[in-house]
């Protein structure tokens, strides 16, 4: 069964940190574009990062650049999204979510080609 679980959100004060885990199981990440999304409420949901299959090069929405770092580790079958410097506008549901694999790109377009998707991660930022 193709399944992908997120963990590691929470509450957090500006400033702060979190790391949230992409746990994959039935497939292997490591040939399938993977995208972080997030959705606050009455927003629609925006990529926040992605990374390629091919060289695990990795993309981030302007907002975040600097501050979220995403990362793969393929022995756990598990990728990663480090937030740092946390901001209250980074509150959302985030969502991992993988395509269907043996592709070159990926994309921080939640339209794209991403066929499976976690159930989501809650982060709060607040004082």
């Known amino acids: 069964q193709v399944q992908l679980v997120e963990s590691g959100g929470g509450l957090v004060q500006p400033g702060g940190s979190l790391r949230l885990s992409c746990v994959a199981s039935g497939f292997t990440l490591d040939v399938h574009a993977i995208g972080w999304f997030r959705q606050a409420p009455g927003k629609e949901r925006e990529g926040v990062s992605c990374?390629?299959?091919?060289?695990?090069?990795?993309y981030y929405t302007d907002s975040v650049k600097g501050r979220f770092t995403m990362s793969r580790d393929n022995a756990k079958n598990t990728v990663y999204l480090q937030l740092n410097s946390l901001k209250p506008e980074d509150t959302a549901v985030y969502y991992c979510a993988a395509d269907r694999g043996y592709g070159s790109s990926c994309s921080l377009s939640p339209f794209y080609d991403y066929e499976y998707w976690g159930q989501g991660t809650q982060v709060s930022v607040s004082s």
């Open positions: 990374m390629r299959p091919s060289d695990g090069a990795t």
